[in-house]
Every structure is written in C-alpha cells, then in structure tokens.
C-alpha cells in the first residue's frame, strides 16, 4: 500500500467526520478568518473584532467606522480575494458591520 493511498483515505475520513458532526461550518470559518487576515493584512485585521461565516455569507465586525466605509467600496474584490486565497468559492457575500 503506498503513502498516497493512506493520506487520501486519511482526508476522506476526516471530511466524513466533519460532515457527520456538522463541523465543516465551524473549519470554513476558521479556514475564512485565517484567509482574511492574511489577504487584508496587518493593519485591516487589527481593527477586526470577529469573523461570522453563514451559507456563504461573511459578516466581520470591525472597530472602525472609516475603515468600513473605505472596505464597503471593494467588497466585491475582497470576495474574489479571499477565494482566491482559499482555491475553492465559499465566501458568497460580505457585509461589514
């Protein structure tokens, strides 16, 4: 039996597992809130108080009211980018509060 067979049986496993105990939500917003902290940057997440991920939906609540603002003008690029990010399309929408 070679390395590959066992790691590719190991994944498949453990996405069942996620998958049975509902727990993929819980590893995207993970996955999403590291992806926004290394796409926006220092300076973006440090005025970032948290991170919700619903259906696809990405709500991330920030401490300045300015840096909402000049985010909401890009908000479709912040998608892209943060799919880009995580090779495969899971953020669907942003909202900023």
């Known amino acids: 039996m070679s390395n590959d067979y066992n790691l590719q049986s190991i994944k498949d496993i453990m996405q069942d ?3 049975k105990n509902k727990l ?3 590893m995207q917003e993970l996955d999403v809130t590291n992806a926004w ?3 926006m940057g220092k300076g973006v997440w440090t ?3 948290s991170i919700k991920l619903n259906k696809g939906n990405l709500t991330v609540y920030l401490k ?3 840096l909402r ?3 909401n003008y890009g908000k479709e690029k912040i998608v892209t980018m943060l799919n880009q990010y995580l090779k495969q399309k ?3 929408k942003i909202r900023l509060i």
């Open 17 to 19: 597992v996620l998958r």
């Open 24 to 26: 993929e939500n819980g």
């Open 37 to 39: 902290k290394q796409v």
């Open 47 to 49: 005025y970032t108080l």
């Open 64 to 66: 300045s009211s300015a």
């Open 69 to 71: 603002e000049e985010l």
């Open 90 to 92: 899971i953020v669907k």
